[in-house]
């Protein structure tokens, strides 16, 4: 959702410079055309020095006729889908997210972003001057949607029906989706700035080569994330609930468990490390599999707890906790392999086939893990769940930039891609009720008397 701004930002006041000495200034400019003002520069330099160069298809000397539009349209589709599956998924909860293992339509939102903001971060910083200025500017961005995202996620506002606000600061929620995606926005520049070599690019094997540390951090990444998972013992746990909704008395609930490698709801790591780290009354309070079989008589969507249901089937979880995270900034830095595609290859079919094999890959490594029991799991950020997300991410971006890019055809998209270069304004109005609660607070002599109950959102009081 802020994945556009982020990198919109990001080029606010970082200056380019090439060895010619000229100085391209990122301030109002989307990222793709700036890129291409970088490359003209750069280009025209080259040609000269080297006319064979000049002559392959593949090679990064020949500029693009026009910028990418199918960035944005990308960006604008996911988009659109996040508000269809946020207010459809109530009354169709088959779209809505799975609520433990399996894959769903809005599934596939966060990936999509992450996976975005990563292909933006290839374009914006192909060439840096002063890696320790772009370092300063990378982690003060971060620090300004951190703050944001806790602003709109952390509890402060009450949401739809409800016109007070405030938040104890001794149950605030510390993450959520703007500050998932600011830590992977982080980790990809840090990645893109500092981890990269001088290694010149003709082919998909010294593409690779030039930037193989970022390959590295992937797999880092990955085996924390794995032996975390499958390796932390998980001991018995227990958490507070009200006896009723109107009562303030506590009753304390106890959790067995005692296992490791579980990824069940009760017993996994990710929620253990999150229960240890920013404690259990710092989670999200409406956990996912709320919506399971053994926790609603409704399932998949959320209802009255069954006779005998789990003692676990209340307790917080964070479906944007810290372990689950860090198998997430994965998906942004594949994401920056794929925007490195865009810099090194102007060859339409070569970039289509640098992008198609390694996403048909990885939705053929994800679904071969979920069927040896890895499941394919959003909550946990599972392997296999960022495996087959990213490798349909990649192949859509590709169907996108063929229809978009190649053919041109823009008339039937030219609504997504205004969507996808304001999606975190939409993404703050619409996706975090900011727009409904501001409208809701005009009211006619009593407050369940506002507009949106007029348009039948929300519930009038009496």
């Not at 944001?148 to 001794?170: A, C, E, P, R």
């Not at 500092?194 to 590295?216: A, I, M, P, T």
């Not at 932390?232 to 009562?247: F, M, R």
């Not at 959790?255 to 929620?271: D, F, L, W, Y």
Request: aromatic share 12%; glycine share 10%.
């Amino acid at each position: 959702m802020a994945s556009y701004q982020l990198i919109k930002e990001g080029g606010g006041g970082l200056d380019m410079k090439g060895n010619n000495n000229c100085t391209v200034r990122i301030d109002d400019d989307d990222v793709e055309s700036v890129f291409q003002r970088i490359n003209q520069s750069s280009s025209s330099s080259s040609s000269s020095s080297s006319p064979s160069h000049r002559l392959r298809p593949k090679a990064s000397s020949t500029q693009p006729s026009s910028r990418l539009v199918s960035l944005d349209v990308f960006r604008g589709l996911t988009v659109v889908l996040m508000i269809i599956v946020d207010d459809a998924g109530g009354i169709l909860p088959s779209i809505n997210h799975s609520p433990w293992n399996g894959l769903t339509l809005a599934d596939f939102v966060m990936p999509f972003f992450l996976f975005m903001v990563g292909v933006s971060l290839g374009l914006v910083y192909k060439n840096m001057p002063c890696k320790a200025t772009a370092s300063k500017k990378a982690i003060f961005r971060t620090v300004k949607f951190l703050i944001l995202g806790v602003f709109l996620q952390g509890g402060y506002f009450h949401g739809i029906n409800n016109l007070t606000y405030g938040v104890d600061m001794g149950q605030i929620r510390w993450m959520g989706i703007l500050q998932r995606i600011a830590i992977a926005y982080l980790v990809g520049a840090m990645c893109e700035i500092w981890l990269r070599n001088d290694e010149k690019v003709g082919s998909g094997l010294s593409l690779f080569k030039k930037y193989q540390w970022h390959w590295v951090m992937v797999f880092m990444l990955t085996t924390v994330y794995l032996v975390l998972l499958y390796g932390l013992y998980v001991p018995d746990w227990s958490y507070q609930v009200p006896l009723s909704a109107s009562s303030e008395v506590q009753e304390l609930v106890k959790v067995k468990c005692g296992v490791r490698g579980n990824t069940g709801p009760a017993c996994n790591a990710a929620g253990m490390i999150d229960r240890v780290i920013l404690g259990i009354q710092h989670l999200y309070r409406k956990p996912i599999y709320a919506r399971t079989h053994q926790c609603s008589m409704n399932s998949p969507d959320y209802g009255p707890l069954p006779p005998n249901a789990p003692s676990w089937c209340q307790a917080p979880f964070d479906p944007e906790g810290l372990l689950s995270t860090v198998m997430a900034l994965a998906t942004c830095l594949i994401g920056v392999q794929y925007g490195h595609v865009i810099v090194h290859f102007k060859d339409h079919k070569y970039r289509l086939l640098q992008w198609l094999v390694p996403s048909s890959g990885f939705i053929i490594l994800g679904v071969l893990c979920n069927i040896f029991g890895m499941h394919i799991n959003k909550a946990l950020y599972s392997f296999s769940y960022m495996c087959v997300t990213t490798g349909v991410a990649g192949i859509l971006l590709a169907s996108i930039y063929l229809v978009v890019d190649v053919y041109g055809y823009r008339r039937f998209t030219m609504v997504l891609e205004w969507m996808g270069m304001n999606a975190l304004v939409i993404y703050v109005l619409v996706a975090c009720n900011i727009l409904p609660l501001i409208l809701q607070g005009f009211y006619w002599n009593h407050p369940g008397n506002n507009i949106l109950s007029l348009i039948g959102i929300g519930k009038k009081t009496h």
